[in-house]
């Protein structure tokens, strides 16, 4: 062999190796990511988390001006909100998989299910507009006064649904979070229950199951573990969501039994505050930060978990 | 045995009268955000929205904001769209079977649905306040400092479609390359970024989707400034942020500019989808 040639091979795996290892650099930066995420806001909050200890999980006392904080009120605020959304947003997301994969003529399934993906589109911000403008009114003038007049006055769960129509509110913020999450959901579970196999849910038709039975017998237990998936997923995104929540919520530091008083949440007690906070006010908003991240992010693990060992079975067989 | 049957059949009439209307509250939803978006963003649309900046309140426009925006999604997106690329092809190419690949892959996933205004507080803590700190105050909230934060928001949008884009290429093209002794670099750029272009592409554009709308991660990082920014190290408007504050002003003036804002970012946002679905359409004709 001539000289050259070994150099050139000699060449192209020093070039193969610094390739890789940049590239490998670069995925590296995914880990970082997330690990500095947590750990920024652990180290901006910890003169709030050190310094109030159990007291800032514990206390619902919100307040500024006495140098005291306490993340009760936006944890419960993020919670029942993401709660409700869920509530709402699972039955409708079924209801939209199923008809877009059983019901609808073929035809009608890419358009519809692009106007679904496209409500998913939507920035977050449009949505809290849209809710603040038209849905906040709307909820005051009819929604709300018509739930305090009949549901609010039931013996048990009336406290939930009793009080002045304010529009602003726990409900109104859940409702609009459905809205949002609704696409992800419906989509995850779209595209799990096309992944059922055929012949599975026509031997059950040819036993003479009604189509509704095919889905709640057949196709709902085979894929149960991805629809839990999709709605943590949901969950996850519902938790973290910022603005749409933020103009709908009230942003109240009060901790209500009912669904129809104001409140706030810890992404919109961040977005509200941060840019005047100082001192121990910032650090305990960089807390919430950091409450919130973890808590995401082990509801986002667990779905994504959910969603894993589905497509691994796919794999197997 | 006939109520049996009955029973049966109007549980399932019932199953898909309400499956069809959930969609159709869906449908709904949307049909009226896009609507109201469309009739309210119309009334304040015209030529000073877009030669008049915001410093003019209600009489001026989003000149400066519109300019913001567009700037800082740009450096987010040359920012991103390189390393995005290059992780996702690691995971593909190099890392498709190591624990290591499939736990980047696994995290990447997390962090696609993370909260965004946990990705601002972030960026606050490692580029706003350290750039603050050493300029004594001269330089603090900067427009870079918000494409950062976009930046990590898009991020994993790019690795994403980049990792499932390459694995969706057939290997004999990689085995083609490799008889041939082409070294892997030269396969990696010069065929195999190559043949999955257009795909990449498409997560490129919609990364940029993403981030058009994103709110929250600005305020803490560009902020907002009501005159043209002097540079990418100065506090600069966007689109998002001004909607935000001028939502929050009790003036109505100031709500109709921000429905006009509101639209175009919607019009943005769906032209960016429809492009991307055209780049996908194309891209599987070439390869059939």
Redesign the interface.
């Known amino acids: 062999m001539p000289a050259p040639a070994p150099r050139r091979a000699d060449l192209?795996?020093r070039?193969?190796r610094w390739?890789?290892h940049?590239?490998?650099a670069?995925?590296?930066?995914?880990?970082a990511?997330?690990l500095?995420?947590a750990l920024?806001?652990l180290?901006?909050g910890r003169e709030v988390l050190i310094g109030h200890g159990l007291d800032f999980l514990a206390s619902s006392q919100w307040n500024p001006v006495a140098g005291r904080y306490g993340a009760l009120a936006p944890v419960f605020g993020t919670v029942v909100t993401s709660f409700v959304a869920i509530l709402l947003a699972v039955?409708?997301?079924?209801?939209?998989a199923?008809?877009?994969t059983?019901?609808?003529p073929p035809w009608l399934r890419r358009p519809?299910s692009a106007?679904?993906e496209?409500?998913a589109?939507?920035?977050?911000?449009?949505?809290?507009?849209?809710g603040?403008?038209?849905f906040v009114p709307f909820m005051a003038e009819h929604i709300e006064p018509m739930l305090d007049a009949s549901l609010g006055q039931l013996p048990v769960i009336g406290a939930l649904f009793s009080g002045p129509p304010l529009g602003l509110g726990v409900l109104t913020a859940g409702i609009v979070l459905a809205?949002m999450i609704?696409?992800f959901i419906?989509a995850v579970m779209r595209e799990v229950f096309l992944a059922v196999p055929t012949r599975l849910k026509e031997s059950a038709r040819a036993l003479g199951a009604?189509?509704?039975?095919v889905?709640w017998h057949i196709v709902l237990p085979a894929t149960r573990s991805a629809v839990v998936g999709g709605i943590f997923?949901g969950l996850?995104?519902a938790?973290?969501?910022?603005?749409a929540v933020t103009?709908v919520l009230g942003n109240a530091y009060d901790i209500h039994a009912s669904l129809l008083m104001p409140g706030t949440s810890i992404?919109s007690s961040?977005?509200n505050e941060?840019?005047e906070a100082v001192g121990n006010h910032r650090s305990a908003l960089?807390a919430l930060?950091f409450l919130?991240?973890v808590v995401?992010?082990f509801v986002?693990?667990i779905a994504?978990l959910m969603l894993?060992r589905l497509a691994r079975r796919e794999g197997a067989t | 045995m006939i109520g049996l049957y009955h029973r049966?059949?109007f549980?399932?009439v019932l199953?898909?009268l309400?499956?069809?209307?959930?969609?159709l509250?869906?449908?709904g939803?949307?049909a009226?955000?896009l609507w109201?978006?469309l009739a309210?963003g119309l009334v304040a649309f015209g030529m000073p929205l877009i030669t008049r900046i915001t410093a003019d309140g209600a009489q001026g426009g989003l000149a400066n904001a519109i300019v913001g925006s567009l700037i800082i999604d740009c450096m987010a997106i040359l920012i991103a769209a390189p390393?995005?690329v290059?992780?996702g092809?690691?995971?593909a190419?190099?890392?498709s079977r190591s624990r290591l690949?499939a736990?980047?892959r696994?995290?990447?996933?997390?962090?696609l649905?993370?909260?965004?205004?946990?990705?601002g507080?972030?960026i606050y803590?490692?580029v706003v306040l350290p750039m603050s700190a050493w300029s004594n105050g001269a330089v603090s909230f900067s427009a870079l400092a918000g494409a950062l934060a976009l930046a990590?928001i898009a991020?994993?949008v790019i690795?994403r479609t980049t990792d499932e884009m390459l694995r969706l290429l057939p290997s004999t093209l990689r085995e083609a390359a490799l008889s041939l002794g082409v070294?892997?670099?030269?396969l990696?750029t010069q065929v195999l970024l190559r043949a999955a272009g257009s795909g990449i592409l498409t997560g490129v554009l919609l990364a940029l989707?993403r981030l058009?709308?994103?709110?929250?991660p600005l305020?803490?990082t560009a902020?907002g400034n009501n005159f043209m920014a002097h540079g990418p190290l100065d506090k600069m408007a966007s689109l998002?942020a001004t909607?935000?504050q001028y939502?929050n002003d009790p003036d109505p003036a100031m709500?109709a500019i921000?429905?006009a804002g509101?639209l175009m970012?919607?019009l943005f946002?769906?032209a960016l989808?429809m492009l991307a679905r055209w780049f996908l359409s194309r891209g599987h004709l070439r390869h059939e």
Do not use: C
Request: hydrophobic share 60%; proline share 5%.
């Open positions: 192209d795996a070039r193969d390739f890789a940049s590239l490998k670069a995925a590296l930066l995914v880990l990511v997330l500095g995420a920024s806001t180290w901006g039955p409708l997301a079924f209801g939209i199923l008809f877009l059983e019901i609808a519809v106007a679904i496209l409500l589109a939507i920035p977050s911000i449009i949505y809290g507009m849209w603040l403008f038209v809205v609704v696409p419906a009604t189509p509704w039975e889905v997923l996850g995104r938790l973290g969501e910022t603005m103009f992404s961040i977005a941060f840019n960089l930060g919130l991240f995401t992010f986002l693990l994504r894993r | 049966r059949a549980v399932n199953a898909i309400l499956a069809t209307a959930s969609t509250i869906g449908l939803f949307l009226s955000i109201i978006t309210r390393l995005g290059m992780a092809t690691w995971l190419e190099y890392a690949g736990l980047i696994f995290m990447n996933d997390i962090l649905s993370a909260p965004s205004i946990v990705l507080l972030f803590m490692v990590l991020l994993p690795v070294p892997q670099w030269k990696t989707a058009a709308g994103e709110t929250a305020l803490f902020f998002p909607i935000y939502t709500h921000a429905w509101a970012i919607t946002v769906l989808g």
